[in-house]
């Protein structure tokens, strides 16, 4: 998505703690992961996941990361989106600049540099 050379093995939707339970509550029968705080060393958030059809839905509710210096980050907040549009569907996503900030974050090296040679074509092409 947003040209990039990165292929999603799920779709994560992003919201605060109230909406993940809302959002999965009438997606019951699909939940292979009932909402619980999930922790981890580099993140921690309210994870649910669903599978439907066979895919794979990750619903993440106040979102934390781990700087490199140790401190959590603020809850993340889509401040601002893109809209796609697929097959005549319009898809809010978080622009490539943000998504960039939080794999920088987490470490994620492969991610960073696929998404900056996306950002890098972007820009020539605005030229």
């Known amino acids: 998505m947003q040209n990039t050379d990165v292929s999603p093995r799920d779709i994560d939707i992003v919201t605060n703690r109230k909406g993940a339970f809302q959002i999965t509550e009438p997606l019951k029968d699909y939940e292979t992961q009932k909402v619980r705080l999930t922790k981890s060393e580099k993140m921690s958030s309210y994870m649910g996941k669903l599978c439907i059809e066979g ?3 990750e619903v993440i509710g106040d979102f934390q990361a781990k700087t490199p210096k140790g401190e959590w980050t603020r809850f993340f907040k889509l401040e601002r989106k893109v809209i796609l ?3 005549d569907m319009r898809i809010p996503v978080s622009p490539l600049e943000t998504e960039l900030k939080a794999y ?3 470490g994620r090296t492969d991610k960073v ?4 040679e996306a950002l890098r ?4 092409d605005l030229v």
């Open 55 to 57: 895919l794979e839905v």
């Open 85 to 87: 549009t697929i097959n």
């Open 104 to 106: 920088e974050i987490l």
């Open 113 to 116: 540099q696929k998404i900056r």
């Open 121 to 124: 074509k972007q820009s020539r």
